[in-house]
């Protein structure tokens, strides 16, 4: 069965680094490598907002509120996928999500920066 898990939230103070992980199990390679892949983050009371995207040739693209801080990746070899966190602001805060076009989804981690 597909799977993705994120790891790697937590609290952490405005100006701190994190690295998102999300690790992706059951897909086959060709799907990982080969289809959108996305970070999306929703804080409460808002939607949910794609902030961080990589093509299949690694074209990537970045909410202009984090463009600059924030760098996906990702690891073939290890059907992983990144999200590299710096200069955390407040308004960062939120429950992360890792998406793989189309259908799958993570279940979320939650990061929380503090001012």
């Known amino acids: 069965q597909a799977r993705l898990v994120e790891s790697g939230g937590g609290l952490v103070q405005a100006g701190e680094s994190l690295r998102l992980s999300c690790k992706a199990s059951?897909?086959?390679?060709?799907?990982?490598?080969?289809?959108?892949m996305g970070w999306y983050r929703q804080a409460p009371g808002k939607e949910r907002e794609l902030v961080a995207s990589?093509?299949?040739?690694?074209?990537?693209n970045y909410a202009d509120s984090v463009k600059g801080r924030f760098t996906i990746s990702r690891d073939n070899v290890k059907r992983t996928v990144y999200l590299q966190m710096d200069s955390l602001k407040p308004e960062d805060t939120a429950v992360y999500y890792c998406?793989?076009?189309?259908?799958?989804w993570g279940q979320g981690t939650q990061v929380t920066v503090s001012s």
């Open positions: 059951g897909i086959i390679l060709s799907v990982f490598t080969g289809n959108f």
């Open positions: 998406h793989i076009a189309p259908q799958y």
């Open positions: 990589m093509t299949s040739i690694r074209n990537t």
